[in-house]
């Protein structure tokens, strides 16, 4: 479970992105946060996975305090807590498709991984392409190898960052059909970012970030 | 669609860091390509005009025996009307009040210099040499170092040999004192009347004679004139090399004054190879990194382009704006490269001028220099730039025609480097081959790697699962990175071993004699062992090789292909004894036999290479008129370093006793007798011995290894800075290039420290693999260039150990100073 208690980002000091935000997500809760560019989205999910600390306040992980860790801690519990979807997929182009979705994996330590990720590139519909390179790779592709990179080492928390920003309104669906349904059954908690609103209306619970304050929907 | 050019530049250039690191390589490596030039070319024009006056005439006709009477009527009835000098170098000593001093003698007729001056301090002003020896009787006239070290003066006696005369002059000025010296100590100049009453033997002392020509109508004519001097006095070939105290290559040789450019420049002969070498290989791996890093440039503005295209600006304007950049860079590198040079060649110049001993204006580059080195700079950097952007963008051309155009640009840039440096076409393609096979070896790495690599399991460690996974995919940049680099590296440890080749072969030994005593003659060899029993003493004939096989000398070194005649050709010392002695090993055959009819004979390992001979050759020596042929039975390996009476050459003894010979003995360091005693006691009971002081010698070698070695270290310190320059720039633009990804690693959980883990295994393999290919391929491309070396070949272990740590040190901190690039603020 996360919990946010009054967190507050201010950059140097003059620049308010976030103001006393209070948000908890935990176990098969759905959230959706929405807001216009620049509203502060991305860097509330980036104090939440703990890349930066809030100026005041605290993010609790599992009843951690986020910045009482350490920088490793804090990179193990990103590996074994959060799983990451992000609109410009960020897959590595060394890695083959397959690669991709073991990363996740190796990350929390499974080293026997191959079947556990071909049985991902199945269900997401790449099963034929676990050799194939990023590059080799239409978006929507990419997008769905990105989801099983982050669904195949089952983490307690998904993290989406505008998961189909990048895609034509064709595959976005299909996306958003195929991110629900790996969901479904699963007790992994969701927090998503998101310009749109119908996938929005896909969760639960629904917030606006206005002015830096979040406001229920 | 067209964009302003500033515009384009500044979204396609490389930063200004990158710019600044490849402009400052290039131009070290032109200034010094340009510097080697101009100093080369100016260094002989600078010869050219004083060689006669360093001659002392038009043709010196030069020889280790006095002339026969029938050679110098044969002179005469060629040339009937000439003016004619003498002189004799050859070594002694005198005794200062209880200070021997070794000198070197220089007698002189009266007509002594035909061209030049060898101007006198006398007692009444400066005078002509010519005056004092015509008019003063027993003349001697002393160097001024003798004069201020030892407080000789004007009016004192002074004895060498037997011979006692009067210092009449001090030298103010000589026109020959480097280019014809045997360079053994201070010169004393006597009347050559005065020879024979030293009580030396001119057959027997080692002496080198010089008839001196001047013609009366000498324009245009010297080359004819010395082709019919030749002819008359029965010279077969036409090798002109005359090295210290051994003297002319042939029992007589004939040569003009501008025969003794080459000459004069023989001591940095090897070191003028040695920086063409070096130039070449420097600007060709300059090159290689301006090439390597323009494509990871294009590699890295390939979005930035492809933005353009999309936006309509035409690939031309994109190719042309890449152009416009290199052409820039151009620029400053050829005015930087050509300005450097010239001051490089300055500095240099002027270093020789004063170690030659002559005095040189400034070197002046003439305009055909200028152009064909600019010419040079332009098609290096915009023909580098040119290639990569077509290897780049040309994705339809077939990896066999992007390979093709590599190697013709390759082989035009060296073509062009080799023209300039006017090597051969030989060496051309020598250097060409070796270059493209040392390429091959590493791209073969490179292909080794990627082949084991994905065939390797891997393993558990996740950053090096990851490094293992990026280092098989990221197949062009591994490939360049590693000829790249490779190359350097092997630039960087060929000099480093050529330094531990020189330092192998100069350093004496601990244990040394204290000095070498030569033209011991037959009636001084009891006293002179019965005075020195702890000296080490050996016969000494002076013979020249007349046939190997029955072919004679001169068609065997022809047909053997022999690449420095002059070994062959020269007087040779050819000593006898019964074993071996300490520092010889046998390397073939065995050491002398009584059961062996034949006459055998011993020789020296690297003398047998140079002159292609093996066991079972014979050789027929002339020794002082009389023939003997010997069967070389054994060849063996001598440590010079000993300073021990070694030969190339030892024959069974006793073969060598019917022929006339003088002894050769080596003093070691003796316990209650200080060097000057011993220097003193020779000088009175053997005056017509030559004595080398050991010391000296060493010094002096010492000395000039020092200067080489100096050479060799600014070298080695050039190609690391290169070196050194490049990696910085590979690693800052592949820690670049890793950033992106590093940080997705760091967003979904990879801890820093096994980033960090990652990124320096993937340095590390690739480091590692370079370095030990590297040193396999410079200790192989080391014994190729040092094979045809007198150069004993050694290696400098140092490097082989030292580069892989520097190299892992220098891309571990370069990675980690730009962490703060990509890791994220934890700490507003």
Redesign the interface.
Same mark, same amino acid.
């Given at each position: 479970m996360i919990v946010c208690d009054a967190i507050t980002?201010?950059?140097?000091n003059t620049l308010t992105v976030l103001s006393n935000i209070d948000l908890q997500v935990g176990k098969g809760d759905r959230v959706s946060i929405m807001g216009p560019s620049g509203s502060g989205k991305s860097t509330l999910l980036?104090l939440m996975?703990g @890349?930066?600390?809030p100026?005041t306040g605290t993010v609790r992980v599992n009843d951690q305090n986020l910045k009482s860790l350490s920088?490793?801690d804090r990179?193990? @519990?990103?590996?074994?807590t959060?799983g990451?979807v992000f609109q410009s997929f960020?897959l590595?182009?060394? @890695?083959t498709a397959r690669?991709n979705v073991e990363?996740?994996l190796? @990350?929390m330590g499974v080293?026997d991984s191959k079947d556990i990720a071909r049985d991902w590139l199945d269900r997401v519909g790449l099963g034929d392409r676990e050799h194939h390179?990023p590059h080799e790779l239409s978006g929507g592709e990419m997008q769905r190898v990105a989801i099983a990179?982050a669904l195949a080492p089952n983490p307690p928390i998904i993290i989406a960052d505008e998961p189909t920003g990048n895609l034509d309104h064709a595959h976005s669906e299909r996306i958003q059909r195929l991110f629900f349904d790996c969901l479904d059954n699963r007790s992994a908690g969701l927090i998503m970012v998101t310009h749109d609103p119908k996938l929005a209306a896909m969760c639960s619970t629904r917030y606006r970030l206005d002015h830096g304050t979040l406001v229920p929907e | 669609m067209t964009l302003p050019r500033r515009t384009l530049l500044t979204i396609l250039r490389m930063p200004r860091r990158y710019q600044l690191a490849i402009a400052s390589v290039l131009t070290v490596s032109m200034m010094l390509m340009n510097g080697h030039h101009f100093l080369t070319r100016g260094l002989s024009n600078t010869l050219a005009n004083q060689s006669k006056s360093l001659l002392t005439a038009d043709i010196e006709i030069a020889s280790t025996r006095p002339l026969s009477a029938d050679a110098i009527a044969a002179i005469t009835q060629t040339l009937p009307a000439h003016d004619v000098a003498t002189r004799r170098i050859f070594s002694s000593m005198i005794q200062t009040g209880d200070t021997p001093t070794i000198i070197e003698v220089v007698a002189v007729d009266n007509a002594y210099p035909l061209v030049g001056d060898c101007l006198v301090h006398t007692a009444t002003g400066v005078s002509p040499i010519q005056t004092i020896m015509s008019q003063q009787p027993n003349p001697i006239v002393i160097a001024a170092a003798l004069a201020e070290v030892h407080g000789i003066n004007l009016g004192d006696p002074l004895t060498i040999g037997r011979f006692t005369g009067t210092v009449q002059g001090i030298v103010a000025s000589e026109p020959d004192i480097r280019i014809q010296s045997v360079a053994y100590g201070p010169r004393v100049y006597v009347h050559a009347d005065d020879v024979l009453r030293m009580g030396f033997d001119p057959a027997l002392s080692r002496m080198y004679h010089s008839r001196f020509i001047r013609l009366s109508d000498p324009a245009g004519a010297i080359d004819a004139t010395i082709a019919r001097l030749q002819a008359a006095l029965g010279i077969v070939g036409n090798s002109k090399t005359i090295q210290g105290s051994y003297g002319p290559s042939q029992p007589i040789v004939v040569r003009g004054y501008r025969d003794i450019n080459p000459a004069m420049i023989q001591g940095f002969y090897q070191l003028n190879r040695f920086f063409g070498w070096l130039s070449v290989m420097l600007l060709l791996v300059s090159c290689l990194a301006f090439g390597y890093i323009s494509w990871l440039q294009r590699y890295r503005a390939q979005a930035s382009i492809d933005q353009l295209r999309h936006l309509g600006v035409p690939y031309a304007t994109i190719q042309r704006t890449f152009f416009a950049a290199s052409l820039r860079l151009s620029h400053i590198i050829v005015g930087l490269g050509l300005l450097g040079g010239w001051g490089l060649a300055q500095i240099t110049g002027q270093m020789m001028y004063a170690a030659i001993g002559i005095s040189g204006s400034w070197l002046m580059p003439t305009l055909v220099d200028l152009i064909t080195l600019s010419a040079l700079g332009y098609v290096t950097v915009v023909g580098t730039a040119g290639i990569v952007g077509y290897v780049s963008h040309h994705s339809d051309a077939s990896p066999r025609q992007k390979q093709a155009i590599l190697g013709g640009g390759m082989a035009l840039f060296i073509a062009l480097l080799w023209g300039i440096g006017g090597g051969s076409i030989l060496e051309f393609v020598w250097g060409l081959g070796g270059l493209l096979v040392a390429i091959a070896v590493f791209y073969g790495l490179d292909r080794l790697l990627r082949y084991v690599l994905t065939r390797l399991p891997l393993p558990?460690s996740?950053p090096l699962?990851l490094a293992i996974?990026?280092l098989?995919?990221?197949q062009a940049l591994r490939t360049t990175s590693i000829i790249t680099l490779g190359m350097a590296l092997t630039v960087i440890m060929v000099i480093a071993h050529y330094k531990a080749s020189l330092l192998a072969e100069f350093t004496p030994k601990n244990s040394i004699p204290q000095l070498f005593v030569m033209d011991i003659y037959p009636d001084q060899k009891e006293a002179f062992m019965a005075m020195f029993t702890e000296s080490t003493i050996a016969p000494l004939v002076r013979g020249r090789i007349r046939t190997i096989n029955d072919v004679p000398a001169t068609d065997y070194a022809q047909n053997a292909g022999i690449d420095d005649p002059y070994f062959l050709f020269r007087e040779q010392n050819v000593s006898s004894r019964a074993t071996t002695q300490v520092g010889e090993s046998i390397r073939e055959g065995q050491w002398f036999t009584p059961e062996d009819p034949r006459i055998e004979m011993s020789i020296e390992e690297r003398f047998a290479n140079q002159l292609a001979l093996s066991l079972n050759d014979t050789v027929t020596f002339d020794m002082m008129g009389q023939p003997l042929t010997a069967t070389i039975t054994s060849i063996r390996r001598v440590d010079w370093g000993t300073f021990l009476p070694n030969f190339f050459m030892i024959i069974e003894p006793p073969y060598l006793a019917p022929f006339p010979q003088t002894h050769v003995a080596a003093i070691p360091p003796l316990a209650n007798q200080p060097l000057a005693d011993i220097k003193r006691d020779l000088a009175r009971a053997f005056p017509t011995v030559a004595v080398i002081d050991i010391a000296q010698t060493s010094q002096k070698i010492m000395g000039f290894l020092q200067i080489i070695g100096t050479a060799v270290t600014v070298g080695a310190l050039y190609a690391t800075a290169i070196g050194v320059v490049l990696l910085l720039v590979v690693f800052s633009l592949l820690s670049d290039l890793r950033q992106a990804?590093a940080m997705?690693?760091?967003?979904?959980?990879?801890?820093?420290?096994?980033i960090h883990r990652m990124i320096h295994y993937e340095h590390g393999i690739i480091i590692g693999l370079i370095s030990v290919t590297s040193a396999i391929v410079s200790t192989i491309s080391y014994a190729l260039l040092i094979a045809r070396s007198p150069l004993p070949f050694t290696l400098n272990p140092w490097p082989l150990f030292l580069t892989p740590l520097v190299l892992v040190a220098i891309a571990s901190r370069h990675w980690r100073s730009h962490q703060q690039h990509w890791t994220?603020?934890?700490?507003?």
């Open positions: 980002k201010t950059y140097k980036r996975a @890349l930066e600390d100026t920088d490793d990179s193990q @519990l990103r590996a074994t959060f990451f960020r590595f182009s060394p @890695l690669e990363l996740g190796w @990350l080293h390179y990179r | 558990q996740l699962r996974i990026y098989r995919q990221a990804s997705q690693l760091y967003w979904i959980g990879m801890p820093i420290s096994h994220p603020q934890t700490d507003v």
